[in-house]
């Protein structure tokens, strides 16, 4: 086991939704989501927090969630006071981020387990104790979040979220292989109904109908007359609103040992075979179908994990615009390049299907909680190989995963992982 960097033993994560009406995580404060998550992936791996050497807390938006110093302010929450602490951040990719640090920490020996967790709640602000908040206005979020991302650029230019990571993608992908703007339309009007059926399934999800349930509430004859219709308007054309993200609140936590002592925690440890990272600044020139940053994190991902991309049994793509289902899959090398908007149309990426991607939902189902949502995204990859994912299992149980985030601006994270 020489080429394993380490191996994930527990793994813990919220319902997403927002604290201030979601029923399941209504009325707490950032220390109990957190803590929440933290303990679920210590029950997992049959662990007491003395049994912790070192935590790394990833948030991004600390304005929001009223917290700065996340390492001190929940280290007696944790029970982990005096234990190594840090708060570190690389936008939406961080808990990615984390899974790699926390590797080379286990395999330099530094630390034997190391908690890694992202808290987000981006909805409200605090008012003059963490119990009580005010929500924010999603312009006043969308300020923060785009401003603070690139200031002399990006935001000034509206080559923001929406422009630059769904509608530009969105049309070089159709220009390039050929698709009209109709057929555009029905292959991101399926993308989103994979989201849906699989957010569906997933009982931790925040939007938890499919699109075919919520057109027979809204009165339309068919999923598709809905997907068209005044409530499902564009956000940035050709991208439509049930094509994004929704923004949640939520937390997300893994435990990573070395290979050697992960069979003592579980009887299915899941290896870090490799992984990447590569980042890059405003404006992204080049072909919007193939940004290199991502190309370079997939390749040395899998040039250290020795794997190549035949071997992939899911793929998860960080899907803040769908865009990426397309355009993701098939630099990934998962899919055949010009073949993922067929693979789309007829099902094969759906959990079910010989090509199944992001099955928690992704960001628009499952929901995006910025810095948590990639150990989301890890508990997921781990639930599908362990075969504990319920409804949504896919089947045979996966083998190779592969984990892809990106961190807005650009911070592109790329983790291998292995069933062992």
């Known amino acids: 086991m020489s080429d394993v960097k380490a191996s994930i033993i527990g793994v813990g994560c919220t319902p997403f939704g927002n604290v201030l009406e979601t029923p399941e995580i209504k009325g707490l404060s950032p220390y109990e989501l957190a803590v929440m998550a933290a303990f679920e992936a210590l ?34 929450w944790l029970g982990m006071e005096l234990k190594p602490g840090i708060h570190f951040e690389t936008a939406c990719s961080t808990t990615n981020t984390g899974l790699g640090l926390a590797a080379m920490a286990v395999k330099s020996g530094t630390f034997k387990k190391v908690l890694v967790l992202g808290c987000e709640v981006l909805n409200s602000v605090p008012q003059e104790h963490p119990g009580k908040r005010k929500p924010v206005d999603v312009m006043d979020l969308w300020f923060w979040t785009d401003f603070g991302v690139d200031q002399a650029y990006s935001y000034t230019h509206a080559y923001d979220i929406a422009t630059a990571y769904g509608a530009i993608p969105a049309l070089a992908y159709a220009k390039k292989h050929g698709l009209s703007i109709d057929k555009l339309e029905e292959v991101l009007f399926h993308i989103a109904s994979i989201v849906r ?28 007359e809905f997907w068209k219709s005044k409530h499902n308007p564009y956000l940035a054309w050709p991208i439509r609103v049930r094509n994004a993200l929704n923004v949640v609140d939520g937390a997300s936590a893994f435990i990573v040992t070395s290979p050697e002592e992960a069979k003592a925690y579980t009887d299915t440890p899941i290896d870090v075979l490799g992984f990447y990272w590569s980042v890059k600044n405003y404006p992204w020139y080049g072909d919007p179908t193939s940004w290199y940053s991502d190309k370079l994190a997939f390749e040395k991902a899998y040039q250290i994990a020795g794997i190549e991309p035949k071997d992939i049994d899911y793929l998860h793509v960080h899907d803040c615009m769908q865009t990426y289902w397309l355009t993701l899959s098939e630099l990934s090398g998962y899919l055949p390049k010009g073949e993922a908007w067929k693979a789309v149309i007829e099902g094969r990426v759906a959990y079910n299907g010989e090509k199944p991607m992001t099955t928690s939902g992704g960001r628009h189902g499952k929901g995006h909680a910025f810095g948590a949502s990639p150990g989301a995204e890890i508990y997921e990859a781990v639930k599908q190989m362990r075969g504990e994912a319920g409804r949504r299992q896919i089947i045979p149980e996966p083998e190779i995963a592969v984990i892809h985030n990106h961190g807005y601006g650009m911070h592109t994270a790329v983790t291998v992982l292995r069933r062992r």
């Open 43 to 76: 029950d997992d791996a049959g662990l007491e927090p003395k049994d912790i050497d070192a935590y790394f807390i990833g948030s991004m938006l600390t304005h929001t969630s009223g917290l700065y110093s996340w390492y001190s302010q929940l280290c007696d």
């Open 197 to 224: 059926k699989h957010a569906s399934m997933n009982p931790k999800a925040f939007v938890r109908k499919t699109l075919e349930e919520e057109a027979k509430e809204l009165g339309y004859k068919d999923a598709f």
